[in-house]
């Protein structure tokens, strides 16, 4: 890259929306997983009885299993997010530098 092309793409307000944005997402998706991580965690620590029940009482899988299972689809379903609807968020706003700085 240029030092001219560099500068311009500084200088650029878009260029300054596409840094914002992506750094609240990136905010939110952390602050999202982390708070989904510790809620899994604390469960386990503190509330061990209610993790190892079982429903129905006859079942062989407790529901630990169901809460596992729950946290890893959470985690999917905003990987998947982030990659649908920010992803293409960013993109547009990458479209729109590249268009403009294309000479």
């Known amino acids: ?4 092309l560099i500068e311009r793409l500084q200088n650029d307000p878009d ?3 596409l840094s914002r944005e992506r750094h609240k997402s990136r905010v939110f998706m952390a602050g999202a997983m982390i708070l989904v991580l510790a ?6 620590a503190y509330f061990p009885a209610l993790i190892n029940a079982r429903i129905p009482a006859q079942s062989s899988v407790s529901l630990g299993v169901w809460f596992t299972v729950a946290v890893v689809l959470i985690s999917i379903g905003l990987s ?22 294309r000479p």
Do not use: P
Request: hydrophobic residues 35%; neutral net charge; proline residues 0%.
């Open 80 to 101: 998947g997010y982030y990659t649908l609807v920010v992803g293409r968020r960013h993109d547009q706003l990458n479209q729109k530098l590249l268009g403009e700085e």
């Open 1 to 4: 890259m240029t030092s001219n």
């Open 15 to 17: 260029f300054h929306v």
């Open 39 to 44: 809620f899994y965690l604390i469960c386990w």
